[in-house]
């Protein structure tokens, strides 16, 4: 069953792949192979703990349970699935979250306020003002929540589907540059923040410049690929019916990013999962939008009616990313992840090539669970440790290259990272399209700022 489990995972990944290949929806894949694999891991747990690679069941043990047929499936239902689903729930939720709220705005038109002011229609020219507004907010915000922001940005900027897609590929590539160098803008350096492996401000300082290259070269690609001008998309027949005013469209456009802003302030402050304040978020707009509603006509309540506009979320995109963070986390408890880092740690000694594998890696599996167990496999070391040891002191180099390869080795592949399967989602962008115009431009970027880190190590 062990071996079972790792290939159906990889068979499930081909066909994600080949979605337009073999015309099976990716979400409906990723559900079966999600849902697949924990049925797997159940079925076959006693042959699968006994091998001895869930470092989880280890702890487990560790903790006074005794071993046993029926201590296994409360260890996987009641401890491993639901640990899994706390987290996976979080990312849904605040996905769900981030994406209706971005919907509210756009229904009200508030993205028109943004767009309205942005003249330029050089596609170079607007490309980087695109990339670098999202590196830095995204730092802000965090890379998930800047690219929903974004994309539903440039629907209103630009028409040509291909030209959106270079455009979305190049806010994964930004939003994901830009989150890894600030302690709230990714999922995994939050980690490492609250595990005390990296500073606030330490990791700014060290993470800037790299991650900048990394956004820096795909984009500098991308800006001599394309040439000429942007052909902005007509209004839709809801945007014309339910024409806003532009009072109304200022208050629901404030609100929106204020609720987005507000949340990681509200992490910080309550140490909540960050859903929590998006969900907050949401709740304050629906409640001041249908109090808005009140003044409005039968057919613009009807329209601008939260309720409505909630149909609109790309549901499969969100499934499709439960799927994968499910079967992911199937891999992480039966010990597949362990086993894998366990022998990166064994054959590959040399921290920067290390790290550079663990970015790869993070473009094909999630990067939260692999982060978390390179954090379980190196201690902290103690302040003032020489030699190797003085790679994993507090802000040690290691760790600040697992902030930063984690983070952007996300964008080699267009579902390496949740950024990059909201914009998948939202744009419709393929696997196959991703891989064969971005990937190499992302690897770049990527090995860019690899190379940056190694050059500080030999004049530093």
Not at 122 to 150: E, G, R
Not at 152 to 165: G, I, M, P, S
């Given at each position: 069953?062990?071996?079972?489990?790792?290939?159906?995972?990889?068979?499930?990944?081909?066909?994600?792949?080949?979605?337009?290949?073999?015309?099976?929806?990716?979400?409906?894949?990723?559900?079966?192979?999600?849902?697949?694999?924990?049925?797997?891991?159940?079925?076959?747990?006693?042959?699968?703990?006994?091998?001895?690679?869930?470092?989880?069941?280890?702890?487990?043990?560790?903790?006074?349970?005794?071993?046993?047929?029926?201590?296994?499936?409360?260890?996987?239902?009641?401890?491993?699935?639901?640990?899994?689903?706390?987290?996976?729930?979080?990312?849904?939720?605040?996905?769900?979250?981030?994406?209706?709220?971005?919907?509210?705005?756009?229904?009200?038109?508030?993205?028109?306020?943004?767009?309205?002011?942005?003249?330029?229609?050089?596609?170079?020219?607007?490309?980087?003002?695109?990339?670098?507004?999202?590196?830095?907010?995204?730092?802000?915000?965090?890379?998930?929540?800047?690219?929903?922001?974004?994309?539903?940005?440039?629907?209103?900027?630009?028409?040509?589907?291909?030209?959106?897609?270079?455009?979305?590929?190049?806010?994964?590539?930004?939003?994901?540059?830009?989150?890894?160098?600030?302690?709230?803008?990714?999922?995994?350096?939050?980690?490492?923040?609250?595990?005390?492996?990296?500073?606030?401000?330490?990791?700014?300082?060290?993470?800037?410049?790299?991650?900048?290259?990394?956004?820096?070269?795909?984009?500098?690609?991308?800006?001599?690929?394309?040439?000429?001008?942007?052909?902005?998309?007509?209004?839709?027949?809801?945007?014309?019916?339910?024409?806003?005013?532009?009072?109304?469209?200022?208050?629901?456009?404030?609100?929106?990013?204020?609720?987005?802003?507000?949340?990681?302030?509200?992490?910080?402050?309550?140490?909540?999962?960050?859903?929590?304040?998006?969900?907050?978020?949401?709740?304050?707009?629906?409640?001041?939008?249908?109090?808005?509603?009140?003044?409005?006509?039968?057919?613009?309540?009807?329209?601008?009616?939260?309720?409505?506009?909630?149909?609109?979320?790309?549901?499969?995109?969100?499934?499709?990313?439960?799927?994968?963070?499910?079967?992911?986390?199937?891999?992480?408890?039966?010990?597949?992840?362990?086993?894998?880092?366990?022998?990166?740690?064994?054959?590959?000694?040399?921290?920067?090539?290390?790290?550079?594998?663990?970015?790869?890696?993070?473009?094909?599996?999630?990067?939260?669970?692999?982060?978390?167990?390179?954090?379980?496999?190196?201690?902290?070391?103690?302040?003032g440790a020489t030699g190797e040891l003085a790679n994993f002191v507090?802000?040690?180099?290691?760790?600040?290259?697992?902030?930063?390869?984690?983070?952007?080795?996300?964008?080699?592949?267009?579902?390496?990272?949740?950024?990059?399967?909201?914009?998948?989602?939202?744009?419709?962008?393929?696997?196959?399209?991703?891989?064969?115009?971005?990937?190499?431009?992302?690897?770049?970027?990527?090995?860019?700022?690899?190379?940056?880190?190694?050059?500080?190590?030999?004049?530093?």
């Amino acid at each position: 069953m062990y071996y079972l489990m790792l290939e159906v995972f990889i068979f499930g990944y081909i066909l994600i792949v080949l979605e337009h290949n073999v015309h099976i929806n990716k979400a409906a894949t990723a559900l079966i192979m999600g849902a697949g694999l924990w049925a797997l891991y159940a079925i076959g747990a006693d042959e699968i703990l006994s091998l001895g690679h869930s470092e989880s069941w280890k702890h487990w043990l560790e903790a006074g349970h005794v071993k046993g047929h029926e201590s296994i499936i409360n260890f996987i239902v009641h401890h491993e699935l639901t640990e899994h689903l706390s987290e996976m729930a979080s990312i849904v939720f605040f996905l769900m979250g981030a994406m209706t709220i971005v919907e509210v705005i756009d229904e009200y038109q508030g993205f028109r306020i943004i767009t309205n002011r942005i003249r330029v229609t050089n596609k170079p020219k607007l490309l980087a003002i695109i990339s670098l507004m999202t590196f830095f907010l995204s730092a802000a915000l965090d890379n998930l929540t800047t690219t929903i922001v974004i994309v539903a940005v440039l629907n209103k900027l630009v028409q040509d589907k291909e030209t959106r897609w270079y455009f979305a590929s190049m806010v994964v590539i930004s939003a994901n540059a830009g989150g890894a160098w600030s302690p709230i803008g990714d999922v995994t350096t939050i980690m490492l923040w609250i595990g005390g492996q990296i500073t606030a401000l330490k990791i700014m300082e060290e993470i800037f410049m790299p991650s900048l290259v990394a956004m820096l070269v795909p984009l500098g690609v991308l800006m001599l690929k394309l040439k000429g001008e942007i052909d902005p998309p007509d209004m839709s027949d809801d945007e014309t019916k339910a024409f806003i005013p532009l009072k109304d469209r200022i208050i629901v456009l404030t609100a929106g990013l204020c609720a987005l802003m507000a949340v990681p302030v509200i992490k910080s402050y309550t140490h909540l999962p960050p859903f929590i304040g998006m969900l907050l978020g949401l709740g304050v707009m629906w409640f001041m939008t249908d109090f808005k509603l009140h003044s409005k006509t039968a057919e613009d309540k009807r329209l601008l009616n939260v309720g409505r506009i909630l149909k609109k979320i790309d549901m499969p995109t969100v499934l499709f990313l439960m799927g994968i963070l499910l079967a992911v986390g199937a891999l992480s408890s039966a010990g597949h992840l362990n086993v894998m880092a366990g022998f990166m740690q064994e054959h590959f000694t040399d921290i920067y090539f290390q790290n550079t594998l663990i970015g790869v890696l993070s473009a094909i599996v999630d990067n939260v669970p692999i982060v978390a167990a390179f954090m379980g496999m190196y201690p902290i070391a103690e302040a003032g440790a020489t030699g190797e040891l003085a790679n994993f002191v507090v802000d040690g180099k290691f760790w600040e290259m697992l902030a930063y390869a984690s983070g952007t080795g996300g964008s080699i592949l267009i579902i390496g990272s949740a950024a990059g399967v909201a914009a998948m989602g939202m744009e419709r962008i393929s696997f196959t399209w991703y891989f064969k115009n971005i990937a190499w431009v992302a690897t770049l970027g990527y090995l860019g700022g690899i190379a940056l880190f190694y050059l500080e190590m030999l004049f530093m």
